[in-house]
Structures are given as structure tokens and as C-alpha cells.
């Protein structure tokens, strides 16, 4: 799911030691980011792609197209409120997306009022669902479409 993790480092030459450091994670985790093993949470992610102004969709490989979005932090209130507005598009209920997007309808619930913040696996599952570009439910651009392959 994050093959171009390890792309974007060699194309800026670093090490996967220097990228930990810049994500304040240990060289293990971010190991386990690269090669697969662990999902990179939604934070992590977000750090990522504001360093190396590249879009969610493309390092999670929604499309070999990397449009950079604009750097921001993670607004929980906007990720709640496009995925909601996406579902409701969608007409679904929470218990419906939940089983689309493998998880419980309580989670649907708490990532749509912004008690929580979505796992990068959920949000994943619901851009490739719906075809909507990753960086559009984080708040990171205001298109809704990923980047043409």
C-alpha cells in the first residue's frame, strides 16, 4: 500500500534512519512503514507528505501521478465532515459503510462527529471505495478527484 514510501526517501537520497528522525518515529517503525508490515498512522502520514510535498494518493498508490497539496495539519473536523457528506452522497447508512470499509458502526460514528480520527487503513478502504482522492478527505485539497494514473 506504501510502496512509494521507500521511492520518495531514495529520490531525496535519505536514509531510512534521517526520515525517522524527521518523523520523530524510530528507524524500526518507519521500517515497518516501508516495507509494509505496519500501516503509517494518519499523523505520520501527514508529516510525511507535507516534508516531501507529495500527495497522500500518491504515496499510498491510489495514482503514479504525484500532484502536491497544500502542507496543513490534520483538521478532524474536515475529515469528519467530508467523510459523512460522502456517505450520506453515497446513501448509506453508518452500518452500511462500516461493513463496506471493514469496521464497526460505533468507529463510523466517532470518525463522523470527530471524537476520533480515522485509522489510515479506514480511510484508505473509503477513497478506493468511493474513487475520492485521499487528500481530499484529509483536507488537503479541495479536489475530489485522485490524479489520473
Do not use: W
Amino acid at each position: 500500500m506504501f510502496n512509494n514510501l521507500k521511492k520518495i526517501r531514495e529520490d531525496h537520497e535519505l536514509s531510512q534512519r534521517e526520515i525517522a528522525k524527521i518523523l520523530k518515529i524510530s528507524k524500526s517503525s518507519y521500517n515497518y512503514f516501508e516495507t509494509g508490515e505496519h500501516i503509517i498512522p494518519l499523523k505520520h502520514l501527514f508529516n510525511f507528505c507535507n516534508t516531501f510535498q507529495v500527495s497522500m494518493d500518491f504515496v499510498c498508490g491510489l495514482t503514479d501521478t504525484n500532484v502536491p497539496s497544500k502542507k496543513c495539519n490534520i483538521n478532524m473536523e474536515i475529515i469528519s465532515n467530508r467523510l459523512k457528506k460522502t456517505r450520506i452522497k453515497n446513501r448509506l447508512t453508518q452500518m452500511e459503510l462500516a461493513k463496506i470499509i471493514n469496521t464497526s458502526q460505533s468507529n463510523i460514528s466517532s470518525y463522523e462527529n470527530g471524537k476520533t480520527l480515522i485509522l489510515t487503513a479506514f480511510i484508505f478502504n473509503f477513497a478506493k471505495e468511493f474513487n475520492i482522492s485521499l487528500d481530499y478527505l484529509a483536507g488537503r485539497t479541495n479536489n475530489i478527484n485522485i490524479a489520473k494514473k
